[in-house]
Structures are given as C-alpha cells and as structure tokens.
C-alpha cells in the first residue's frame, strides 16, 4: 500500500479541492482527512458514517463540590486562572472553587496539592473521529470540539484507522488531507508517507510558507512534489516559486490555472473531475498521473 499525503504551508491554497478531485481519480484508495482544525472534504465527498467514537486527547481537572473545603490553594497554584470560587455549598463551605474546562490545561498541579483529594483528573472529550462511507471508498476523517486544540493525537489516530482499513479492505492507495503549516498536525500527517504534495499559491506569503514545510518534508527524507495554484493569477512570482524549489531540491510537477470551477462544483458538492471535463480537469488528471508515479 501507498500513502500520499496533500499539505500546504497554509490554508485556503485549494489542497482539500485537488484532494476530492484525486479522489475521484483514484482506484481501491482509502481517503483519509487530516485537517481536523477545518476539516472540510466531507462537504464534497457527502460521506454516509458508519461509525462514530469520541476522542480525548488529554486530562483536565474537576474539583468535587462535595469534597471541597474551599481552602484556596488549587487557586493560588493555577498559572492559567482556570479556578474560581463559584461553585455551589456544601456542609462545610457557603461557595466551592470550580474549574473553568476552557481555560484548564491539564498540568495537573492542583490534582497533587490538594490537601483533601477533592480534584479528579478525568479524560476530556475534545471531539468525535467518524469511519465512513463515500462514492469513492472508506473516508476516516473528525470533528475537533469548540475550542479545542489539536496535538497531532487525533491526526495519528486518523491515519492509523484508515491504514488498518486499507489492510483490511486490500486497498492498494491511503489518500491523506494533511493539516496546513509546520506543526505537529502537519508532522503527524506526513510521518512515513511515500509521497507528499505540497499546494501552494503565487504570493509572497504562499512562497514562504512553501520553503518553511519543504524544510520539513526534507528533513524527514520525504519525496516532496510541489503543485502551484491559481499560478496565472501572478505569473512572475510562480516563476520565482519554481526557481526556489529548484535549489531546494525538490520538484514543480504542475502549475494550475485559476478556475472558479473549483468553486462552482464545491456548490454542487461535487469534485471537480465530477463537475466539468474542461482543461483545468485535464490538468488535474494530468498532475494526479505524475503523482502516481512518484509514489511508485
């Protein structure tokens, strides 16, 4: 089994729109979306869920209104003023001290200092991870809960699914909508992928950001492949990103016109293989062959 793994060094360069649109080109592939920040290829794909899990990537505290003496001490060691005397009475104490689950970042210092054990530390629920069906294949992809950071946990869990699927199923592709930038999401996208295909745009922000995630993908020794969008839009600064790759070492395989096809068969929650045969969808099936034949 392949992987090939779609990133970008930011968001809104067209990645999930040229991920659907592989996916329409692709045989016996497992999909799998990785950008749980803003995931977004369900929109287009319109997965039927077979199956849904609640992720937790973490611990936060919880004090015991019952247990609770309302000494203070929890609130004085807080660092993250996530503890505030509001919680409800008890036989001892007219007010307790709660902990805010927003502002609480699990380091756990109140669970140990306090002196009548009245702070659990409990399992926090930051989201739900789906398996599920789609025209296409089996899609594993989540939904992160309001406020809710992703570590790169849920990205692993995510892939790890979706390659156990892909076993399972003789699949002969896994699919991948890496998250955007430099993180650990973005690590733990592309971690043991055989192919990556970096998405970027003709800006001055679209070129840095391009150098700081190819630094990334070299360091881990991960054949880098580099698609320009909407290069027509700047033709000189397209031009300047297939000059910076270059020297880079890595290699432009395609430069994308601007189309608001894109947006027209997002409408239609269509990919835009599904949605026109004109010449950008020849342009993609041309730049999905190559990228087929970099992952071997």
Same mark, same amino acid.
């Given at each position: 089994?392949?992987?090939?793994?779609?990133?970008?060094?930011?968001?809104?360069?067209?990645?999930?729109?040229?991920?659907?649109?592989?996916?329409?080109?692709?045989?016996?592939?497992?999909?799998?979306?990785?950008?749980?920040?803003?995931?977004?290829?369900?929109?287009?794909?319109?997965?039927?869920?077979?199956?849904?899990?609640?992720?937790?990537?973490?611990?936060?505290?919880?004090?015991?209104?019952? %247990?609770?003496?309302? #000494?203070?001490? #929890?609130?004085?060691? #807080?660092?993250?003023?996530?503890?505030?005397?509001?919680?409800?009475?008890?036989?001892?104490?007219?007010? &307790?001290?709660?902990?805010?689950?927003?502002?609480?970042?699990?380091?756990?210092?109140?669970?140990?200092?306090?002196?009548?054990?009245?702070?659990?530390?409990?399992?926090?629920?930051?989201?739900?991870?789906?398996?599920?069906?789609?025209?296409?294949?089996?899609?594993?992809?989540?939904?992160?809960?309001?406020?809710?950071?992703?570590?790169?946990?849920?990205? %692993?869990?995510?892939?790890?699914?979706?390659?156990?699927?892909?076993?399972?199923?003789?699949?002969?592709?896994?699919?991948?909508?890496?998250?955007?930038?430099?993180?650990?999401?973005?690590?733990?996208?592309?971690?043991?992928?055989?192919?990556?295909?970096?998405?970027?745009?003709?800006?001055?922000?679209?070129?840095?950001?391009?150098?700081?995630?190819?630094?990334?993908?070299?360091?881990?020794?991960?054949?880098?492949?580099?698609?320009?969008?909407?290069?027509?839009?700047?033709?000189?600064?397209?031009?300047?990103?297939?000059?910076?790759?270059?020297?880079?070492?890595? %290699?432009?395989?395609?430069?994308?016109?601007?189309?608001?096809?894109? &947006?027209?068969?997002?409408?239609?929650?269509? %990919?835009?293989?599904?949605? &026109?045969?004109?010449?950008?969808?020849?342009?993609?099936?041309?730049?999905?062959?190559?990228?087929?034949?970099?992952?071997?």
């Amino acid at each position: 089994m392949k992987e090939v793994v779609i990133i970008s060094g930011k968001g809104g360069t067209g990645k999930t729109s040229l991920t659907a649109a592989f996916a329409a080109l692709a045989e016996n592939a497992v999909l799998a979306d990785c950008d749980v920040d803003a995931a977004d290829l369900h929109l287009v794909l319109n997965p039927n869920v077979l199956r849904q899990s609640d992720f937790s990537g973490g611990r936060l505290a919880a004090i015991d209104p019952h %247990t609770c003496i309302g #000494c203070g001490k #929890c609130a004085a060691l #807080c660092r993250f003023d996530a503890i505030a005397l509001d919680g409800p009475g008890n036989d001892v104490v007219g007010k &307790t001290y709660r902990v805010d689950p927003i502002a609480c970042e699990g380091c756990k210092v109140c669970v140990a200092f306090c002196p009548v054990d009245a702070i659990a530390f409990e399992p926090a629920i930051n989201g739900q991870w789906f398996v599920s069906e789609t025209r296409f294949g089996p899609m594993v992809h989540a939904r992160l809960g309001i406020a809710q950071e992703n570590s790169g946990k849920l990205v %692993t869990l995510i892939r790890k699914e979706a390659k156990r699927i892909a076993e399972e199923q003789n699949k002969t592709l896994l699919l991948v909508d890496g998250s955007p930038g430099i993180g650990c999401p973005v690590i733990a996208s592309i971690t043991g992928a055989d192919v990556v295909l970096i998405i970027t745009e003709p800006t001055l922000s679209g070129l840095h950001d391009l150098e700081r995630v190819g630094q990334l993908t070299r360091n881990f020794g991960i054949r880098t492949l580099v698609c320009v969008n909407k290069a027509d839009i700047n033709p000189q600064m397209s031009e300047q990103i297939a000059e910076k790759v270059q020297q880079q070492g890595l %290699t432009v395989i395609g430069q994308l016109p601007y189309d608001d096809a894109f &947006t027209k068969a997002q409408i239609m929650k269509a %990919t835009l293989i599904e949605y &026109t045969g004109g010449e950008i969808a020849e342009k993609i099936k041309a730049l999905w062959r190559q990228v087929v034949y970099a992952a071997g």
